[in-house]
């Protein structure tokens, strides 16, 4: 069975600090992932998708970055954090390509920034 | 662009209750469908989707949907609701791109009182 491990389950950060997520798929190879981010209260907004390793997509524009160093780790980072930042990070993975592949998400990571 | 509404932000229902969620959207090309579940603080756990056959398709813990394409609508359904069922439902949309992207609704927090 797979499973998606996000890291850390929390963090609380200063404004203008550095940031880095991590999401590990574990049981499935070479799947598509993504990154979404979830205002508190909101709706799920996607960031990021990759379908193989060193290759991504950035699909909307929030100061943040991704890579994929490893087949089943997926990294988001920033070298400075805005209060928008703020929110839940979610990672998500995907078997294959087209457009009815069901995605499943990760436990997220909920970021405050101060 | 596509876009999907959630008409409803909250529904309250009582233990044993049928409960309808409402999921409308707006693309006019070949899309998948799909409800998701989020409960307080969690990540978003799949329920069901929708690509081609029969429009009504079931899902886990009893939920189950029914496209509509007259209508543009997508709605979820439960015969009967637990108080486990208490959460935040997302209805989905995605069509053919090379981003595997899901474009959300905001969301329907259903409350089952006991």
């Known amino acids: 069975a797979q499973t998606i491990h996000q890291w850390p389950v929390a963090e609380i950060k200063a404004v203008g600090s550095p940031l880095s997520l991590g999401c590990t798929i574990k049981?499935?190879?070479?799947?598509?992932l993504y990154w979404y981010w979830q205002a508190t209260g909101g709706t799920l907004q996607q960031l990021f998708y990759s379908i193989t390793v060193g290759q991504v997509e950035s699909v909307v524009q929030l100061n943040l970055s991704a890579s994929r160093p490893k087949d089943d780790q997926f990294i988001l980072s920033t070298e400075k954090l805005l209060l928008s930042h703020s929110g839940f990070y979610l990672c998500a993975w995907s078997l294959g390509w087209v457009n009815q592949d069901t995605q499943y998400f990760g436990p997220g990571t909920r970021l405050l920034v101060l | 662009t596509q876009t999907v509404s959630q008409s409803d932000a909250h529904v309250t229902v009582f233990e044993g209750d049928s409960v309808e969620l409402r999921c409308n959207y707006s693309y006019g090309g070949s899309i998948y469908l799909s409800w998701y579940i989020q409960h307080h603080g969690h990540g978003l756990q799949f329920l069901l989707k929708y690509y081609s056959g029969n429009p009504v398709v079931q899902g886990v813990n009893g939920f189950e949907a029914e496209f509509s394409k007259s209508d543009s609508s997508f709605h979820l359904r439960k015969a009967s609701v637990h108080w486990s069922d208490s959460a935040v439902y997302f209805c989905a949309v995605s069509h053919n791109t090379n981003t595997g992207k899901l474009t959300f609704g905001d969301g329907t927090v259903l409350t089952v009182k006991p």
């Open positions: 049981g499935k190879s070479s799947p598509n």
